[in-house]
């Protein structure tokens, strides 16, 4: 055990320590940074690494197993009223206690509270319910996505000034409990279904469930007008004593505990009741799960206490001092290091890499993978600073973004479609929300912009680029293993010869 958690230990220090020397780099170069929001920040790094190190452990103990357990039983059971309500349940109860979510439906203008969270968690279960039907009855993922996407951007022709929103809703819906529970669902769904394709079969779950959201804001959008709204920030800018750092930190600890329990403990009803009436695990494999939970609610309480409490309010006011600065031209070049660099920190983006190196015993490796969805996220970023600084509006960049991203489906392994898709939600995580975000916002606000349609959309965006960019690398994969296979074939024909 030591051994483990030396090693995501490690694994956690190479993945928060970039995004904390970008802004530092920025803290000499170009913004001076107020030392109270300094020792916020390097407080909050402390922290998020020892979260994200007890939340990688206490994911591979429990919450991979619990959702692997959990999918396998619904697909074998092939009883098609248990998978609806199953699946329609888990998707409903999960959307409406995800943090992010909540936050962020406090945010939107003249559109109640509780019908954002209702509206968006029918979408997601209704959704999966569909990724859960695609599996049974083997339907392609890439003619599902584009069937249901075409259905998405058809209803924008009437809610346009939704786009934004919705698909900020669909990114941050999509948390660092829901992905690995999703992720494990589909690794169940693979090993109960037979025949060719059934490694596809673990990934594309997180991609159709994030459609849902979308759906539903731009349906909510017909009834509501848009209007700009200010945004407010919880977290604390400065301090400026040590004394104040700790109650600051300590409080972040309280309500981040609060939000964890709200996702962890419907999920545990959910596997009592699996346990209860159908998988009967064993006492030993109980315990396991159970010590794996204490480490996951541990250390995500901690990592959104760090990621909360100390990078919101740096990205709050580096977005605002950058903004103002009269060479403002820099700010795509500085975002795409910073979109880089905050992908490599959320958690989930580690579990999906992980996953996608096992499952394919290595052939795509996690380091290709993390290359790729940064890049991504970085675009993402540099052209939401683009956007901002030209006026640009977001259907000029989403709706060629998802246009390529679903082309290219066609011209790829169908297993880098379902993990291009969902690795567009799990890089739109905790940090985005966090630090991305309010980042965003204070540039939008310096600018003078229009909060709901410029700054809202960058947490979409960051959604929608790594599904091109994994992609590309597929089409890189497939023209290397074609060549490889040429060759082979020109020496199995030489040795023929010889012969």
Not at 130 to 136: I, T
Not at 247 to 261: K, N, P, Q, T
Request: hydrophobic residues 55%; neutral net charge.
């Amino acid at each position: 055990m030591k051994k483990i958690l030396l090693e995501k230990l490690k694994e956690s220090l190479q993945a928060v320590l970039p995004i904390g020397l970008v802004i530092l780099l920025i803290h000499f170069t170009l913004v001076p940074i107020p030392a109270g929001t300094l020792a916020l920040m390097f407080c909050g790094m402390a922290i998020l690494i020892v979260g994200l190190t007890l939340f990688s452990l206490g994911t591979e103990m429990a919450m991979m197993p619990m959702g692997a357990h959990i999918g396998s039983t619904l697909l074998r059971s092939k009883n098609l009223a248990l998978l609806t309500a199953g699946c329609f349940i888990f998707g409903f109860i999960v959307t409406v206690a995800e943090p992010d979510l909540q936050v962020m439906s406090e945010q939107v203008p003249s559109v109640p509270n509780l019908a954002i969270l209702i509206g968006v968690a029918g979408g997601v279960g209704a959704f999966l319910v569909l990724a859960m039907l695609r599996v049974l009855f083997r339907l392609k993922l890439a003619c599902v996505l584009i069937v249901m996407y075409a259905l998405a951007f058809a209803i924008a022709v009437f809610s346009p000034d939704y786009l934004a929103v919705a698909f900020d809703a669909s990114a941050v819906t999509t948390g660092p409990i829901t992905v690995p529970f999703l992720l494990a669902l589909g690794s169940g769904i693979a090993a109960v279904s037979s025949g060719q394709g059934s490694e596809e079969d673990n990934f594309g779950i997180c991609a159709i469930c994030s459609v849902g959201p979308i759906v539903a804001i731009l349906l909510i959008g017909l009834f509501f007008d848009a209007r700009a709204s200010g945004y407010e920030t919880e977290a604390q800018a400065t301090v400026g004593a040590a004394g104040e750092l700790v109650r600051l930190f300590a409080d972040g600890l309280v309500h981040s505990f609060r939000d964890v329990a709200m996702v962890i403990v419907p999920i545990i009803g959910i596997f009592a009741i699996f346990q209860i009436t159908h998988l009967r695990l064993s006492r030993t494999e109980l315990v396991r799960i159970g010590v794996g939970l204490l480490y996951l609610m541990c250390g995500l309480t901690v990592f959104l206490t760090g990621v909360n409490r100390g990078f919101m309010p740096a990205g709050r006011f580096l977005g605002e001092k950058m903004g103002a600065l009269p060479n403002n031209w820099v700010l795509p070049p500085i975002s795409l290091f910073i979109g880089a660099c905050v992908v490599v920190a959320e958690p989930a983006v580690h579990v999906l890499t992980r996953q996608v190196e096992e499952i394919t015993n290595g052939s795509i490796p996690r380091r290709m993978l993390l290359a790729a969805m940064a890049l991504g996220v970085g675009l993402a970023m540099s052209l939401t600073m683009i956007r901002m600084l030209t006026g640009l509006s977001i259907w000029w960049v989403i709706l060629p973004g998802c246009a390529l991203a679903l082309a290219l489906t066609f011209f790829v392994p169908s297993i880098f479609v379902g993990i291009g898709f969902d690795s567009g939600g799990v890089a739109a995580g905790a940090m985005s929300a966090a630090f991305v975000l309010p980042f965003t916002l204070g540039v939008c606000e310096s600018l003078g912009g229009d909060i709901m349609t410029d700054a809202f959309g960058v947490v979409g965006m960051i959604a929608m680029m790594p599904p091109v960019t994994l992609q590309l690398v597929g089409v890189l994969y497939n023209l290397k293993l074609k060549k490889a296979r040429a060759l082979d074939a020109e020496r199995s024909d030489a040795e023929d010869s010889l012969f």
